[in-house]
């Protein structure tokens, strides 16, 4: 609450104080904010992004496009006329684009929409995709969500018409503010196409023919939207009587993206709760842009890191506390800094491989043939270069550079011999 009214939203309310929020760095997966982030809650329409992740990925391989087609049926239509549950106007044999479909999903939250996606990708069988949908979950580390629907609305809100068998129909769906965080992380990382359809707030589909509609986004603090705010690009928001107000958001200034979730604002007894989010969701993302930063650590290329030398094969960017000096730390062939910060799951991996470099042992070998014959200074030497391990190969690798320079200074001194043999044949020639 604090921090909300010092970021000049005074008048928000403590009985509006959501029940649990989170900030990640969307690129580290670093958690910057926390509170009360492993509550199990319902997402109501944030749902939807799941099914919209499982679009995404049957998009990048190659089972469908954002231009394939989807015929709407009766059925369709029909889920799109409960008054109930957000919808939009879909109507019976017209062909709509999955693009379209992704955009009704995304920001006007139609359920319509949303199971004519999850019907495509399973040839309509709901439980086949809530087992896709759960499954996915389970693969990104969502511990502690429950997918008991494809929209976000129980199954018994729609009729009959979207039925599961094996699901209970009557559950809400149920996760965390820290699951809906991997979720956004790994879709605006591998997806980022969705932000195509999230990041406007205002959008058409359909335009120039008689199915046209515009929708206006509920994400107000996307720029133009009512508490619009810098780099904000979608995802998604949801709200439920159970689950309140809820929203997911996108944000990007720089190279520096952050993942902002929002969880059980306000009260479902009033509505002015899809406004009461946002406040909080802003004041947050700007105390995590004004506490952190996402900057490159070092460079490309050889460096030594607490003694030992490493090879970086790229650019090493870590998310660190403005003002600090990061520790660098190198475990299991991974750099990685010590900033003080959990990871939203501990399957993101943190940090970057590097390659330790290994001295060149022919190199020693000559900088210690060099040294004066000495065993104090042949001593260091090894010390320095941490090779007192390997004595024995050390002075195998001697020996023969010994005799290699040897070698070749006989064969200078017998070419030299020769040179002056015959320059004394010559002169006696030329005599």
Known sequence: MDITRQAGYSDVQEINRPKSSIIIDGNTGDILWQDNVDEVRDPASMSKLMTLYLTYE?????????????????????????????????????????????????????????????????????????????????????????????????????????????????????????????????????????????????????????????????????????YGIEGVDGLKTGSSPKGAFNYIASIKRGDQRLISVIMGVGDWSDQNGEYYRHPFGNALIEKSYADYEYKKILPAGQHEINGETYKLTKDFYATVKKGSNPKLVVENHRLRVDNGLETVTTLISDGVEVEEVQENMMDTAKEVASQPISGKSWFKLLIKHKLLWGIPFLIFFIIVYLEIRRKNKKKARQSASNRTDYQAGSSRRER
Do not use: C
């Open 58 to 226: 049957a998009i990048s391989q190659g089972k469908l496009t954002e231009e394939t087609t989807i015929k709407a049926t009766a059925t369709d239509q029909a889920i799109a006329g409960i008054y109930e549950i957000s919808n939009n106007k879909i109507v019976a044999g017209v062909d709509y684009t999955v693009s379209e479909l992704i955009t009704m999903t995304a920001v006007p939250s139609s359920n319509a929409t949303t199971v004519m996606l999850a019907n495509y990708l399973s040839n309509n069988d709901p439980d086949v995709f809530l087992d896709m949908m759960n499954a996915k979950a389970k693969e990104l580390g969502m511990t502690n969500t429950k997918w008991f629907n494809a929209s976000g609305a129980a199954a018994v809100s729609f009729k009959g018409l979207y039925n599961p068998q094996r699901y209970d129909i009557y559950e809400a769906n149920q996760t965390t503010a820290r699951d809906l965080a991997i979720l956004g992380y790994h879709f605006v990382k591998n997806h980022p196409a969705i932000l195509n359809h999230t990041n406007k707030p205002v959008v058409t589909v359909k335009e120039g023919t008689p199915y046209q509609e515009t929708f206006e986004t509920y994400n107000y603090s996307l720029p133009g939207a009512k």
